[in-house]
């Protein structure tokens, strides 16, 4: 009887754990939040290098992708087709002014789609140009975030995404309760070259870089 009893106990845990995944699988974020990190990120991002130094930055981005998009290099080729895409207009640039850090929103229009992607989008200034590079990709299944998994995340949920993800970690406060950047945010780009080798010489990671820019070009469409 007793065995009885723990049965019909841990059934009816297991029934209420089910309940309560099933209500909260979806994963969700604090609206509040997410607004709070994504203005301190662009307020700050604007009080170093200023707000028309800003947006002059963030029109230059989207030149280039689309650049790339009309010229088809590498996966570029297909963004028009089976990609809709946005840059976020929040991204984070270091004190330096020579590197920043920024996403690219990535749902996917085709047919058969059930994830989404968002990429870190780098950009580096050498010898006073700026130059910019896809990073890392982060794959979204939309099982995750909605019901239906075949229709794309929306541009505010991916945006809600890569705050969290990504521009949370930009800032941190000081032992006097200030926002200061947060070093390691950058330490990717600091402390590796284009090829993911260690830093040696600013001179050989300038050349790094440069030296990725190249050949992206060459993958262009003929």
């Known amino acids: 009887m007793y065995y009885q009893g723990n049965k019909i106990v841990n059934l009816a845990i297991l029934i209420l754990l089910l309940l309560f995944v099933s209500c909260n699988k979806f994963k969700k974020f604090d609206a509040k939040e997410i607004e709070t990190i994504r203005f301190n990120s662009q307020n700050y991002s604007q009080s170093i290098i200023g707000d028309h130094n800003y947006w002059q930055l963030y ?16 996966n570029y080729v297909y963004w028009d087709t089976l990609i809709n895409y946005q840059i976020d207009s929040v991204f984070c640039i270091n004190n330096a002014k020579d590197k920043i850090i920024a996403s690219v929103m ?68 000081n032992q006097y309760g200030e926002w200061v950047i947060n070093e390691q945010f950058f330490a990717s780009l600091d402390n590796y070259d284009a090829y993911n080798f260690r830093f040696t010489t600013q001179e050989s990671w300038d050349e790094s870089w440069l030296k990725l820019a190249g050949e992206n070009w060459q993958k262009a469409r003929k």
């Open 59 to 74: 029109s230059q981005m989207n030149d280039t992708i689309r650049s790339w998009v009309n010229h088809g290099i590498g």
């Open 106 to 173: 990535l749902p996917y229009i085709g047919e058969g789609g059930n994830s989404d992607v968002i990429i870190y989008f780098y950009g580096v200034k050498i010898y006073g140009q700026w130059y910019f590079f896809d990073g890392p990709a982060m794959v979204l299944p939309r099982e995750r975030y909605q019901q239906d998994i075949h229709s794309p995340l929306s541009f505010d949920k991916l945006k809600q995404i890569a705050t969290w993800h990504i521009y949370r970690h930009y800032l941190k406060k």
